[in-house]
């Protein structure tokens, strides 16, 4: 990794072993910076707080190596990334105003990417982990996660019934807890349906009637004008010598018909002129008919008034126009149908919900059972690894129990309490040696007990779920002695198949890495590109004194450094 203005971490390169990396030095001279680090290119969250005084964003540039066709490589690949002789480039930059951008093989991508490729590449531990794994829902997903499919495969199955269960009883309780309200949308929904079917209203008949009363209203208006307008083109009986357009126009016509066929050019026009004429008389027969059949009665213009006042009351209430009345009416009806159908549909919801809380005890008994075996798996399994970190006494068991709860689900003639995990409440229990009685680890260990509980559970892990990439920050808090060599000895065991970094602060553990690290600030209180080395010969020796004794060049602080270097080694 490459970290560039990142906390006290001015530019600095970190190199790290395929094997066993310690990373150490001085309190407060940036070694968790590391840990940092490595969390920002898996997508941990950006705190601007974490870039240098001064700087306009921190970067932490990273190459890590990954096997062709795993399913970090797949998911990378199908995001657009490109490998780079079989590593993959990750870049994770954070401005001061908290800006976050991230790249992943040469390519722009969302930080919930690199979030998604953090599981498959690297597990990272701290002392918030630690914390963390007193938490009853983390030790359940843990021992959920040592079960693998035993567990995943019907607790999928419950979570499909817990989730529809949940569904319906919340659309139950609406129905029952809205039954009021409901009926009183009912009674309004059927008093407007009942209105509107007395008027029995047709689509468009508001617009119709509004037509037929401006014409009504204006009967002998229009009447008058229509004859007005018949004997201006056609001639008034009683003025048999009065002037009309039909006339002037026939004889227009006449008079161009008899010299037409020495001139193309007025032959045509005469042809208009005579469809004028054609016009006129059509216009002239359609306004007497229009005059004849034009109906004053004062009777049909009462009737269609009424008719119109009724189709207003009905507007004023459920839409602009008649259509938009319909149309109400339409999903007036449809809701109604619903409603009315509330207690067919309550005892249809409460059959399934019934049916549903005893599937879900079938599921939920089905998930204690596998984990009940894989718990008896996982803490013999843990024990043995206790025996190996100097705790040869100590034994691990689980507490798996249930909750009564009248709400719950039925099991074993007890009605319990459930969630979105099953009815079990998974509790890790230790008892540190012979005679001590099983107490949960929240209670019952103290700090270095707890830092070797998860480092045990952790190697379980790496046998059955393994991952490329451990990084442990002070794993090994509150340890010291022989423990510590033993916890030393165990992740150099463990780093025989997997990478592995630890940020210690203790000599027992990092005599037997494969690289130590020495993070070192620089007079100005800056980490700088050469102020994280390798430790080699000589040098790492006098780091191993300065750990042990606070004094590099004690004589007996090497020899004591020198004495765990060749105890690493024999082991080795």
Same mark, same amino acid.
């Given at each position: 990794?490459?970290?560039?203005?990142?906390?006290?971490?001015?530019? +600095?390169?970190?190199?790290?072993?395929?094997?066993?990396?310690?990373?150490?030095?001085? *309190?407060?001279?940036?070694?968790?910076?590391?840990?940092?680090?490595?969390?920002?290119?898996? !997508?941990?969250?950006?705190?601007?707080?974490?870039?240098?005084?001064?700087?306009?964003?921190?970067?932490?540039?990273?190459?890590?190596?990954?096997?062709?066709?795993?399913?970090?490589?797949?998911?990378?690949?199908?995001?657009?990334?490109?490998?780079?002789?079989?590593?993959?480039?990750?870049?994770?930059?954070? &401005?001061?105003?908290?800006?976050?951008?991230?790249?992943? !093989?040469?390519?722009?991508?969302?930080?919930?990417?690199?979030?998604?490729?953090?599981?498959?590449?690297?597990?990272?531990?701290?002392?918030?982990?630690?914390?963390?794994?007193?938490?009853?829902? /983390?030790? /359940? !997903?843990?021992?959920?996660?040592?079960? !693998?499919?035993?567990?995943?495969?019907?607790?999928?199955?419950?979570?499909?019934?817990?989730?529809?269960?949940? +569904?319906?009883?919340?659309?139950?309780?609406?129905?029952?807890?809205?039954?009021?309200?409901?009926?009183?949308?009912?009674?309004?929904?059927?008093?407007?349906?009942?209105?509107?079917?007395?008027?029995?209203?047709?689509?468009?008949?508001?617009?119709?009637?509004?037509?037929?009363?401006?014409?009504?209203?204006? %009967?002998?208006?229009?009447? &008058?004008?229509?004859?007005?307008?018949?004997?201006?083109?056609?001639?008034?009986?009683?003025?048999?010598?009065?002037?009309?357009?039909?006339?002037?126009?026939?004889? %227009?016509?006449?008079?161009?018909?008899?010299?037409?066929?020495?001139?193309?050019?007025?032959?045509?026009?005469?042809?208009?002129?005579?469809?004028?004429?054609?016009?006129?008389?059509?216009?002239?027969?359609?306004?007497?008919?229009?005059?004849?059949?034009?109906?004053?009665?004062?009777?049909?213009?009462?009737?269609?008034?009424?008719?119109?006042?009724?189709?207003?009351?009905?507007?004023?209430?459920?839409?602009?126009?008649?259509?938009?009345?319909?149309?109400?009416?339409?999903?007036?009806?449809?809701?109604?149908?619903?409603?009315?159908?509330?207690?067919?549909?309550?005892?249809?919801?409460?059959?399934?919900?019934? @049916?549903?809380?005893?599937?879900?005890?079938?599921?939920?008994?089905?998930?204690?059972?596998?984990?009940?075996?894989?718990?008896? /798996?996982?803490?013999?399994?843990?024990?043995?690894?206790?025996?190996?970190?100097?705790?040869?006494?100590?034994?691990?068991?689980?507490?798996?129990?249930?909750?009564?709860?009248?709400?719950?689900?039925?099991?074993?003639?007890?009605?319990?309490?459930?969630?979105?995990?099953?009815?079990?409440?998974?509790?890790?229990?230790?008892?540190?040696?012979?005679?001590?009685?099983?107490?949960?680890?929240?209670? @019952?260990? &103290?700090?270095?007990?707890?830092?070797?509980?998860?480092?045990?559970?952790?190697?379980?892990?790496?046998?059955?779920?393994?991952?490329? *990439?451990?990084?442990?920050?002070?794993?090994?808090?509150?340890?010291? @002695?022989?423990?510590?060599?033993?916890?030393?000895? /165990?992740?150099?065991?463990?780093?025989? &198949?997997?990478?592995?970094?630890?940020?210690?602060?203790?000599?027992?553990?990092?005599?037997?890495?494969?690289?130590?690290?020495?993070?070192?600030? *620089?007079?100005?209180?800056?980490?700088?590109?050469?102020?994280?080395?390798?430790?080699?010969?000589?040098?790492?020796?006098?780091?191993?004194?300065?750990?042990?004794?606070?004094?590099?060049?004690?004589?007996?602080?090497?020899?004591? +450094?020198?004495?765990?270097? %060749?105890?690493?080694?024999?082991?080795?």
């Amino acid at each position: 990794m490459r970290i560039r203005s990142l906390g006290v971490i001015d530019d +600095a390169v970190v190199e790290l072993s395929p094997g066993f990396t310690a990373v150490t030095g001085e *309190t407060g001279a940036g070694k968790t910076m590391v840990v940092t680090s490595l969390g920002l290119l898996l !997508g941990g969250r950006a705190d601007p707080a974490l870039v240098r005084i001064g700087a306009k964003a921190a970067v932490v540039e990273g190459r890590i190596t990954v096997p062709e066709g795993t399913a970090a490589v797949v998911r990378a690949q199908e995001a657009g990334a490109e490998l780079d002789d079989g590593a993959l480039l990750i870049s994770r930059t954070v &401005s001061a105003e908290g800006r976050s951008r991230a790249h992943l !093989g040469g390519r722009s991508v969302p930080v919930g990417m690199l979030t998604e490729l953090a599981d498959e590449l690297v597990a990272v531990h701290g002392q918030t982990d630690q914390q963390g794994l007193l938490k009853l829902s /983390r030790q /359940r !997903g843990a021992l959920d996660r040592y079960a !693998g499919d035993a567990v995943a495969v019907p607790l999928t199955k419950y979570q499909a019934a817990y989730r529809r269960l949940r +569904a319906v009883s919340a659309e139950l309780d609406t129905i029952v807890t809205r039954a009021r309200e409901r009926a009183q949308e009912a009674d309004l929904l059927r008093f407007g349906l009942d209105e509107i079917a007395a008027v029995e209203p047709r689509a468009g008949e508001d617009v119709e009637l509004s037509a037929e009363a401006e014409r009504l209203g204006h %009967a002998e208006a229009l009447a &008058s004008a229509a004859s007005a307008a018949h004997a201006a083109l056609a001639g008034n009986p009683e003025d048999p010598e009065g002037v009309d357009a039909t006339t002037l126009v026939g004889g %227009a016509n006449r008079a161009l018909d008899a010299v037409r066929s020495h001139d193309p050019d007025l032959s045509a026009l005469a042809d208009r002129i005579g469809e004028i004429g054609i016009l006129l008389s059509d216009v002239a027969g359609e306004l007497a008919g229009y005059a004849d059949d034009l109906d004053a009665d004062p009777l049909r213009l009462a009737a269609v008034e009424e008719r119109r006042a009724a189709l207003t009351q009905l507007t004023r209430k459920y839409g602009e126009s008649i259509d938009q009345v319909l149309a109400w009416a339409e999903q007036g009806s449809a809701r109604l149908l619903e409603l009315d159908g509330d207690d067919d549909r309550v005892g249809e919801l409460t059959a399934e919900r019934d @049916g549903l809380r005893s599937e879900l005890g079938v599921l939920a008994q089905a998930l204690t059972d596998s984990r009940t075996e894989a718990a008896s /798996r996982f803490a013999e399994a843990v024990t043995q690894e206790l025996a190996s970190l100097a705790m040869p006494h100590a034994r691990v068991s689980f507490d798996i129990r249930r909750t009564d709860d009248p709400d719950g689900v039925e099991l074993d003639g007890r009605t319990v309490a459930y969630g979105p995990s099953g009815v079990d409440e998974v509790e890790l229990l230790l008892a540190p040696h012979p005679g001590a009685p099983p107490r949960p680890i929240a209670k @019952g260990a &103290s700090g270095g007990e707890l830092s070797r509980v998860m480092l045990a559970v952790e190697v379980v892990f790496a046998g059955t779920d393994p991952v490329p *990439t451990y990084l442990f920050d002070e794993v090994d808090a509150g340890v010291g @002695g022989k423990a510590a060599v033993e916890i030393g000895r /165990r992740l150099a065991k463990l780093a025989k &198949s997997a990478q592995v970094v630890v940020v210690t602060h203790l000599p027992q553990v990092a005599a037997f890495a494969d690289r130590q690290l020495l993070v070192e600030k *620089t007079n100005d209180g800056t980490v700088t590109r050469s102020g994280v080395t390798v430790l080699e010969g000589e040098d790492r020796v006098r780091e191993l004194s300065r750990m042990l004794a606070g004094q590099e060049d004690s004589e007996t602080a090497r020899a004591h +450094a020198e004495e765990l270097l %060749a105890t690493a080694r024999a082991d080795a």
